[in-house]
């Protein structure tokens, strides 16, 4: 919600002689101006309580050392409340630990009946809403959330403004820019914005589009803080992902997804995309590609952090996840092997009480209803574990089928691994390598490769194409292992799934049964 949405909301309560309204906000700076605006124009007083100094009035400088002792207990202050006769605005600031003191609630409802008669207000403000039932019919909640485009974009050009005039360093950028920069800082209080924008430009010495690391860097910060999701510092590029032609395509066409051009054009934001194929066929490597061709926060929600044995707690635990990431987006929130996590939902009523159904229904409905650009990159290995609602249309844009490498996928593979292990593809026989490795998934072509780096550097020399083979002869793929629910599965996507690939399908090589040797 805008400022001046807020400011409005506040003043039309204060107006109308609400005695209590609680107000849900990191920012104190900005609830204190507000509220110093509002007393200046309606003509009250303006006075602060906080634990450390007692009840003092707006405006009393921190360095004065000014403490009332008396007022520092909240039952004395809300006293001094009742006693003051002019019209007056209380701000009570991180009450929310008191409010589990019945001593203290009685005198709150007692202050509300007592208060709707005079021209004074309590507003009682913290960053975490805890209202007792005692109370929830004698106070007014206003959610004061976190800066907008709008806001974050006036700050943007008061400190390029700033800058300009005060230091030798010159700030010129385009719109577009602009509008990456206030994206990569939604997420962030105004006062965490501009204390990234100085850092900005302290350590590059500029603020323009090229420095978006540093702002989000600092997001990483809130996501650390919640416990529950991780965040991956995406060093992948799109290009190390082999193959894959027609999912790439397709998140290509997504990247300036989240832009204010988009939204104008009639583009809704996208909701995310679900990976269904073979394990260790590059989707959980798209999933950190896309972060570093969108430049966005990648969070990966681990729901073994989310499950816990007291009762509630797993619903309230995803809520908070959810909330986090949502708070720091434009992002990426990676599922990953989402089967697993809610494995079990159709019985959840006998072996967990619930639980994994509630949480599964409240994710799903987050997937439904969400409006944050929060873009969900799922992935799965198995269909058969996987809830049936996840693939109802709505909850997420595409459903993918990853597919086992096409020869041609498999040479591009091989070159891409070489040129990570620093070594020359054109200096390898990539189509004997393709050949022989009919049936590999993506991970495996990397082990070979690095297994044939073992063994040449075992040796005292560099690595071969007669290396790589003999490492391939030595592996068994998992196509080989688990053929038969690899078929089932290219049988289930086969007109269900959009494929990730343009390339066609190579049939399984049937590997002959090794004799064993005693």
Request: aromatic share 6%; net charge negative.
């Amino acid at each position: 919600m805008r400022q001046s949405k807020i400011a409005e909301e506040l003043e039309t309560l204060v107006r109308a002689r609400y005695p209590l309204i609680y107000v849900v906000t990191w920012e104190e700076p900005r609830l204190d101006a507000i509220l110093s605006s509002i007393a200046a124009k309606r003509g009250k007083k303006l006075f602060v309580w906080s634990i450390s100094r007692g009840l003092l009035p707006f405006g009393t400088p921190l360095q004065s050392k000014k403490v009332d002792e008396a007022t520092r207990d909240p039952a004395v202050a809300l006293d001094r409340v009742v006693e003051h006769v002019e019209p007056a605005i209380f701000c009570f600031k991180d009450f929310h630990p008191f409010m589990n003191d019945p001593v203290i609630v009685r005198k709150l409802r007692e202050l509300a009946q007592y208060l709707k008669s005079t021209y004074t207000t309590v507003v009682l403000s913290s960053p975490i809403q805890r209202i007792p039932m005692e109370l929830e019919k004698d106070i007014a909640v206003v959610e004061f959330g976190l800066p907008d485009e709008d806001e974050l974009r006036e700050l943007l050009e008061r400190t390029i403004e700033e800058v300009s005039r005060n230091t030798p360093i010159k700030i010129r950028l385009t719109e577009e820019e602009k509008e990456r920069i206030v994206q990569a800082a939604l997420g962030l209080t105004l006062s965490e914005a501009e204390n990234v924008f100085a850092k900005t430009l302290i350590k590059r010495g500029g603020l323009g589009a090229e420095h978006l690391d540093v702002i989000i860097s600092e997001k990483e910060q809130i996501v650390r803080k919640s416990g529950l999701l991780e965040y991956y510092h995406s060093t992948e590029r799109f290009d190390d992902v082999g193959g894959l032609d027609l999912l790439k395509d397709w998140l290509r066409k997504r990247q300036m997804a989240f832009t204010e051009r988009a939204r104008e054009y009639g583009l809704p934001t996208p909701k995310g995309v679900l990976l269904i194929g073979v394990q260790g066929c590059g989707k959980s490597l798209t999933a950190k590609a896309v972060a570093s061709l969108w430049k966005v926060p990648l969070l990966r929600l681990d729901m073994s952090r989310i499950f816990s044995s007291l009762v509630g707690a797993s619903e309230e635990n995803l809520r908070n996840a959810l909330r986090v990431a949502e708070s720091v987006s434009p992002c990426i929130l990676w599922v990953d092997e989402l089967e697993k996590s809610f494995a079990g939902a159709q019985s959840s009523a006998l072996s967990d009480a619930g639980t994994t159904a509630r949480v599964l229904g409240y994710f799903l409905t987050w997937l439904q209803e969400k409006t944050a650009p929060c873009f969900v990159i799922a992935t799965a290995n198995s269909i058969e574990q996987l809830p049936p609602e996840l693939l109802r249309k709505g909850r997420l844009d595409e459903i993918f089928f990853v597919d086992l490498p096409s020869k041609r996928e498999r040479m591009e593979i091989f070159a891409i691994h070489l040129r990570k292990r620093k070594r020359d593809p054109s200096l390898f026989d990539l189509e004997a390598l393709a050949e022989a490795s009919q049936g590999f998934s993506g991970a495996e072509i990397e082990q070979a490769v690095i297994s044939a780096l073992y063994d040449a550097f075992s040796e005292g020399r560099d690595i071969t194409t007669d290396d790589i083979l003999k490492a391939i002869r030595e592996t068994v793929p998992l196509s080989v292992t688990m053929k038969e629910q690899i078929d089932a599965l290219r049988e289930w996507a086969s007109g269900r799934a959009r494929r990730a690939s343009s390339e066609e399908s190579e049939e399984v090589p049937v590997m002959p049964m090794r004799r064993l040797e005693i």
